[in-house]
């Protein structure tokens, strides 16, 4: 593989003259600049350059070429390489166009003509999305030998997709170059899921934690004491450990999976400030991730907190490896999760076939498969939308007779335009069918049951706060969301200072709660970003009131 690629498409000569010299004025010779002159040779360049493997970084396509418009080339590019950022050059005639393939072509981004001076124009934008395009690889040449419906296979992809970190799968059911490497390194098939490094080391079904040393991810803080301490790494975490560093506090984000919480795992994010194209999750995730790190922040993953203690004037937490950490004040940014699906035959089937979050390791593997979205959230909405790119077919699965009253607007609006997509109202689930994987389920509507067979199932219902590590020392409401504030009581119980609690402050002193975890929040990630932002600012001021 050699150098990245950007490329060019313009039917006007003297306009792709233009781009081709700003393109190799900025970028060469980090990136190679080709272009082409039509939808369908770029096509066809395309394709080439996939069979020769060779990496292409970003697209920048007129919209009006008489031969192939550019809204209809760009999504045609996302099957030879859907990472590939994706940019629709247009007139200001064509801004309506441009803001169709949005969500028509996944465009990233769409930009007008003139763009002179492209040092304010053009570059700033490109720059952005190459950044977020060429991620550094923490480790090279990474392979995943597994069984594509292992539960400890899935949940390995999992990760590394989700901590971007690059990995080759390896099905060794179906993939003979699998099969030869499982031989060479000395296992057999019950030796799976097996990592193997770039040097040769062979990893034999790895702790999270011991992967995580071996491709480059950190695990163990520096300092037995900081200042402020986020334990969970979702909007509202990272929000807290970019404000954190950047006003001068040694700050610690811990994480016990992978940054960006549920937000992490979105594929399209629409309604966030600033991003009139929309931005998916993991780019987010990676964006605020970089931005923290930058500005002093250390990111611990994998780090599971299991508990905590008061030790005044400091929080003490404890880590799954018996590590302490002191913190002058903590935030509680774990978030929630997905409840499970309660019902015959889904508990053995997780992983295999049902998931708790649609990712592109799940979507590809269900490319050209009937699978099954069950939730009326946004979250739910979006998984549909995702997966309908890859899957024959998907089937919304909703209790409620409306979307509306539960989805956003744009999001009803997005499903009911899919042709692949389909909703039922009134049904859920009573049962999962299959032996080794989902091959069905038993769908009630009223008091009617029936069996349907499906591929996949992806589940999104109910959220349960990430609160067990708490027990005994904050107090939560009955369903285990953290309760702070005035939500506490006027006066608190037992709340030890003359003072009331700050905003957000839990009925620990100097432990904060902010985002989806926090009893009454708003569960949006912009409002998980500001309350992570706020919650630095009251850590400030009970540290000056200590």
Same mark, same amino acid.
């Given at each position: 593989?050699?150098?990245?690629?950007?490329? #060019?498409?313009?039917?006007?000569?003297?306009? +792709?003259? #233009?781009?081709?010299?700003?393109?190799?004025? *900025?970028?060469? @010779?980090?990136?190679?600049?080709?272009?082409?002159?039509?939808?369908?040779?770029?096509?066809?360049?395309?394709?080439?350059?996939?069979?020769?493997?060779?990496?292409?970084?970003?697209?920048?396509?007129?919209?009006?070429?008489?031969?192939?418009?550019?809204?209809?080339?760009?999504?045609?590019?996302? =099957?030879?390489?859907?990472?590939?950022?994706?940019?629709?050059?247009?007139?200001?005639?064509?801004?309506?166009?441009?803001? *169709?393939?949005?969500?028509?072509?996944?465009?990233?981004?769409?930009?007008?003509?003139?763009?002179?001076?492209?040092?304010?124009?053009?570059?700033?934008?490109?720059?952005?999305?190459?950044?977020?395009?060429?991620?550094?690889?923490?480790?090279?040449?990474?392979?995943?030998?597994?069984?594509?419906?292992?539960?400890?296979?899935? $949940?390995?992809?999992?990760?590394?997709?989700?901590?971007?970190? @690059?990995?080759?799968?390896?099905?060794?059911?179906?993939?003979?170059?699998?099969?030869?490497?499982?031989?060479?390194?000395?296992?057999?098939?019950?030796?799976?899921?097996?990592?193997?490094?770039?040097?040769?080391?062979?990893?034999?079904?790895?702790? +999270?934690?011991?992967?995580?040393?071996?491709?480059?991810?950190?695990?163990?803080?520096?300092?037995?004491?900081?200042?402020?301490?986020?334990?969970?790494?979702?909007?509202?975490?990272?929000?807290?450990?970019?404000?954190?560093?950047?006003?001068?506090?040694?700050?610690?984000?811990?994480?016990?999976?992978? @940054?960006?919480?549920?937000?992490?795992?979105?594929?399209?994010?629409?309604?966030?400030?600033?991003?009139?194209?929309?931005?998916?999750?993991?780019?987010?995730?990676?964006?605020?991730?970089?931005?923290?790190?930058?500005?002093? &922040?250390?990111?611990?993953?994998? &780090?599971?907190?299991?508990?905590?203690?008061?030790?005044?004037?400091?929080? !003490?937490?404890?880590?799954?490896?018996?590590?302490?950490?002191? $913190?002058?004040?903590?935030?509680?940014?774990?978030?929630?999760?997905?409840?499970?699906?309660?019902?015959?035959?889904? &508990?053995?089937?997780?992983?295999?076939?049902?998931?708790?979050? $649609?990712?592109? @390791?799940?979507?590809?593997?269900?490319?050209?498969?009937?699978?099954?979205?069950?939730?009326?959230?946004?979250?739910?909405?979006?998984?549909?939308?995702?997966?309908?790119?890859?899957? &024959?077919?998907?089937?919304?699965?909703?209790?409620?007779?409306?979307?509306?009253?539960?989805?956003?607007?744009?999001?009803?609006?997005?499903?009911?335009?899919?042709?692949?997509?389909?909703?039922?109202?009134?049904?859920?689930?009573?049962?999962?069918?299959?032996? =080794?994987? !989902?091959?069905?389920?038993?769908?009630?509507?009223?008091?009617?049951?029936?069996?349907? $067979?499906?591929?996949?199932?992806?589940?999104?219902?109910?959220?349960?706060?990430?609160?067990?590590?708490?027990?005994?020392?904050?107090?939560?409401?009955?369903?285990?969301?953290?309760?702070?504030?005035?939500?506490?009581?006027?006066?608190?119980?037992?709340?030890?200072?003359?003072?009331?609690? +700050?905003?957000?402050?839990?009925?620990?002193?100097?432990?904060?709660?902010?985002?989806?975890?926090?009893?009454?929040?708003?569960?949006?990630?912009?409002?998980?970003?500001?309350?992570?932002?706020?919650?630095?600012?009251?850590?400030?001021?009970?540290?000056?009131? #200590?």
């Amino acid at each position: 593989m050699g150098t990245p690629i950007l490329l #060019a498409v313009d039917d006007d000569v003297p306009v +792709l003259a #233009a781009v081709e010299r700003d393109l190799r004025s *900025r970028y060469q @010779p980090h990136y190679a600049v080709m272009t082409a002159s039509s939808g369908p040779q770029a096509l066809d360049l395309l394709r080439r350059l996939r069979l020769r493997d060779d990496a292409v970084a970003l697209l920048l396509v007129d919209q009006r070429m008489p031969e192939m418009p550019g809204t209809e080339l760009l999504a045609a590019s996302r =099957r030879l390489y859907p990472d590939a950022r994706r940019v629709l050059l247009t007139a200001y005639a064509d801004t309506d166009a441009a803001i *169709r393939a949005i969500n028509d072509a996944d465009v990233h981004h769409y930009l007008l003509k003139p763009w002179d001076p492209p040092e304010e124009r053009l570059y700033p934008f490109l720059d952005d999305l190459l950044q977020t395009w060429r991620r550094p690889p923490p480790v090279a040449n990474l392979r995943l030998l597994g069984d594509r419906w292992s539960p400890a296979s899935h $949940a390995l992809r999992a990760f590394l997709t989700r901590n971007l970190v @690059p990995y080759r799968w390896l099905d060794v059911q179906g993939d003979p170059q699998a099969r030869e490497l499982l031989e060479l390194a000395g296992l057999d098939g019950g030796a799976l899921p097996a990592v193997v490094l770039d040097d040769g080391e062979v990893l034999v079904q790895p702790e +999270l934690p011991r992967l995580a040393s071996r491709i480059g991810l950190r695990s163990r803080a520096e300092r037995a004491a900081y200042d402020l301490v986020v334990v969970g790494a979702g909007p509202a975490g990272l929000a807290a450990g970019v404000y954190g560093a950047s006003e001068g506090m040694s700050t610690l984000v811990t994480e016990c999976n992978a @940054p960006g919480g549920q937000a992490g795992t979105t594929s399209r994010i629409e309604n966030y400030l600033g991003f009139p194209v929309g931005l998916s999750g993991a780019d987010l995730t990676l964006r605020a991730r970089e931005q923290a790190v930058r500005l002093g &922040a250390e990111l611990l993953v994998p &780090a599971e907190v299991t508990g905590l203690r008061r030790a005044d004037p400091y929080t !003490v937490v404890r880590l799954a490896d018996g590590t302490e950490i002191s $913190a002058s004040a903590l935030v509680v940014a774990t978030g929630v999760e997905y409840r499970t699906l309660d019902v015959p035959g889904a &508990a053995g089937l997780a992983g295999a076939g049902l998931y708790y979050g $649609a990712g592109r @390791p799940e979507a590809l593997d269900h490319a050209g498969g009937r699978v099954f979205v069950v939730g009326a959230g946004n979250s739910a909405g979006q998984a549909a939308v995702f997966l309908s790119q890859f899957a &024959a077919s998907v089937t919304l699965l909703v209790r409620g007779s409306s979307l509306g009253a539960t989805m956003s607007a744009y999001l009803v609006d997005r499903i009911a335009a899919l042709d692949r997509v389909t909703v039922e109202h009134g049904t859920e689930v009573a049962g999962v069918l299959g032996g =080794r994987r !989902v091959e069905g389920l038993r769908l009630r509507t009223g008091s009617e049951e029936r069996e349907v $067979a499906a591929d996949a199932l992806f589940v999104f219902i109910g959220q349960a706060p990430r609160t067990a590590w708490l027990d005994g020392v904050v107090r939560r409401d009955e369903r285990g969301f953290v309760l702070t504030g005035t939500d506490l009581g006027t006066p608190p119980p037992d709340w030890p200072l003359a003072v009331p609690p +700050l905003p957000l402050e839990t009925a620990v002193p100097g432990v904060f709660a902010a985002g989806d975890v926090r009893h009454g929040s708003m569960k949006r990630i912009a409002s998980a970003v500001g309350e992570g932002a706020m919650s630095v600012r009251f850590a400030h001021e009970h540290l000056a009131r #200590a």
